[in-house]
């Protein structure tokens, strides 16, 4: 049976720290989303979402995007069941069940960052980013967060992350990939160079699989 993780106060860590790794691979990890301080759910990863988390022996961060994510009990021998309750009668009638779930999604790992020296001689991340697997993944326990809109949009000036989320194994990975290219196209507010540059990029790595492509391309509307 996998136990709750231990929750710190709300106020003692930022608003987009919202997991911790519980396992992780060379491609990917998963994370378990750390519980609010009131009754209610984790807040679940959109689907498509990035997040990061840290190789600390590198100080690499490591860029990764969303693509499963549940809410099932901790005990893993007794299955939910439905009870007929409201989230508020929950609330007042049954609040023993927020302690008794957990959330967790997996995110397929498509890039890194790796620290610099800064000119006072600080190391912070910036500069180039790679978009290919890390040395390393993070190492389990390490924090996971959602990243910035800044970050998002600096990684993304390049393309390559495509190939790798059309390849992530037992994901929809078209949906996948139109809902990591809506997300970071929105952020980029809309830049329209950015959007058909992107769909050239898919075009070139599916010209032997039309329908596939026009599957994704159908799914980037606003």
Same mark, same amino acid.
């Given at each position: 049976?996998?136990?709750?993780?231990?929750?710190?106060?709300?106020?003692?860590?930022?608003?987009?720290?919202?997991?911790?790794?519980?396992?992780?691979?060379?491609?990917?990890?998963?994370?378990?989303?750390?519980?609010?301080?009131?009754?209610?759910?984790?807040?679940?990863?959109?689907?498509?979402?990035?997040?990061?988390?840290?190789?600390?022996?590198?100080?690499?961060?490591?860029?990764?995007?969303?693509?499963?994510?549940?809410?099932?009990?901790?005990?893993?021998?007794?299955?939910?069941?439905?009870?007929?309750?409201? &989230?508020?009668? !929950? $609330?007042?009638?049954?609040?023993?069940?927020? @302690?008794?779930?957990?959330?967790?999604?997996? /995110? +397929? *790992?498509?890039?890194?960052?790796?620290?610099?020296?800064?000119?006072?001689?600080?190391?912070?991340?910036?500069?180039?980013?790679?978009?290919?697997?890390?040395?390393?993944?993070?190492?389990?326990?390490?924090?996971?967060?959602?990243?910035?809109?800044?970050?998002?949009?600096?990684?993304?000036?390049? &393309?390559?992350? !495509? $190939?790798?989320?059309?390849?992530?194994?037992? @994901?929809?990975?078209?949906?996948?990939?139109? /809902? +990591? *290219?809506?997300?970071?196209?929105?952020?980029?507010?809309?830049?329209?160079?950015?959007?058909?540059?992107?769909?050239?990029?898919?075009?070139?790595?599916?010209?032997?699989?039309?329908?596939?492509?026009?599957?994704?391309?159908?799914?980037?509307?606003?």
């Amino acid at each position: 049976m996998r136990l709750p993780l231990p929750q710190f106060a709300v106020g003692d860590r930022p608003d987009n720290h919202i997991a911790e790794v519980i396992e992780t691979t060379t491609t990917e990890f998963l994370a378990q989303c750390l519980e609010p301080e009131d009754l209610s759910f984790p807040v679940m990863p959109p689907f498509g979402s990035w997040v990061r988390s840290v190789d600390e022996e590198s100080g690499n961060q490591v860029l990764a995007v969303v693509y499963y994510a549940t809410t099932s009990p901790i005990d893993s021998v007794h299955r939910a069941r439905a009870l007929g309750l409201s &989230l508020e009668d !929950l $609330r007042e009638q049954q609040p023993q069940i927020f @302690a008794m779930l957990k959330t967790e999604f997996r /995110a +397929a *790992i498509v890039g890194f960052q790796p620290p610099f020296q800064g000119a006072n001689g600080s190391k912070h991340t910036g500069g180039p980013v790679y978009q290919y697997l890390p040395p390393r993944p993070p190492q389990i326990h390490q924090a996971v967060y959602q990243c910035d809109p800044g970050e998002i949009v600096h990684f993304s000036e390049q &393309l390559d992350f !495509l $190939r790798t989320l059309l390849q992530v194994n037992g @994901a929809p990975v078209e949906a996948l990939t139109a /809902a +990591a *290219i809506r997300e970071v196209y929105q952020l980029r507010k809309a830049d329209r160079e950015w959007l058909v540059k992107a769909g050239r990029t898919l075009s070139v790595l599916l010209k032997d699989d039309y329908d596939r492509l026009r599957y994704i391309l159908s799914q980037l509307h606003w």
